[in-house]
């Protein structure tokens, strides 16, 4: 059974940093285009990076980077600078285009303090 499970998400001061891992299970993530949305209370879910298999990326936040390890299966989000509307849940999604393969994780939360 195909699984994502973020992990890395917390507390932070603004300025600070974070990186978030999104490590998948019962699916091999090389083969897929994965990306970082989050969601604020009462917005819609946006997209933060997204990573195809070719390398490229699309950002939808500066100040950060997109990033996989395929020998651990796991996919990265390092956020620098952050503020407090970064405040939000954060979510993996692995997918390839074109197949019914979508999966999103259950999310992380990730709270900036001013």
């Known amino acids: 059974q195909a699984q994502l499970v973020e992990s890395g998400g917390g507390l932070v001061q603004a300025g600070g940093s974070l990186t978030l891992s999104c490590t998948a299970s019962?699916?091999?993530?090389?083969?897929?285009?994965v990306a970082w949305y989050r969601q604020a209370p009462g917005k819609e879910r946006e997209l933060v990076a997204r990573?195809?298999?070719?390398g490229n990326t699309n950002y939808g936040r500066g100040q950060c980077t997109i990033s996989k390890d395929d020998a651990k299966n796991t996919a990265y989000l390092q956020m620098n600078s952050l503020k407090v509307e970064d405040t939000a849940v954060y979510y993996c999604?692995?997918?390839?285009?074109?197949?019914?393969?979508?999966?999103w994780g259950q999310g992380t939360q990730v709270t900036v303090s001013s």
């Open positions: 019962g699916m091999n993530l090389r083969l897929y285009t």
């Open positions: 990573l195809y298999t070719s």
């Open positions: 999604n692995a997918r390839i285009y074109g197949r019914d393969n979508n999966y």
